[in-house]
């Protein structure tokens, strides 16, 4: 995914404004990566990855689809008890 990232030039996401040292699409990606790691994300696949295509490039378009991994099924009880243990915690 890197490596193509890089090959075909992928640029940032459109209109966003990246912190220090952030170039590419592929630099955002690896962000992104590391994001699934922090919130325990389990779920990406090429179906919640896209390029916007456009006359001037390919663009990598902002992440999205993290309901399960940010505790979107978790009940109101479950997510303020504070239990890490909760099984629908770690349901993917």
Known sequence: MLHYL???SVGLPLN??????IATGADVMV????FDAF?????RHDENLE???LE???FLCPTFDHG????AKLSVESKSSGNVRD??????
């Open 56 to 58: 001037e490039g390919y």
């Open 6 to 8: 890089q090959a075909h």
């Open 87 to 92: 099984p629908k915690l770690i349901e993917s």
């Open 68 to 71: 399960d991994s940010l505790g």
């Open 51 to 53: 390029l916007a295509i």
């Open 16 to 21: 966003w404004q990246p912190l220090a040292g």
């Open 39 to 43: 919130v325990s994300a389990t779920d």
């Open 31 to 34: 962000g992104y990566l590391l």
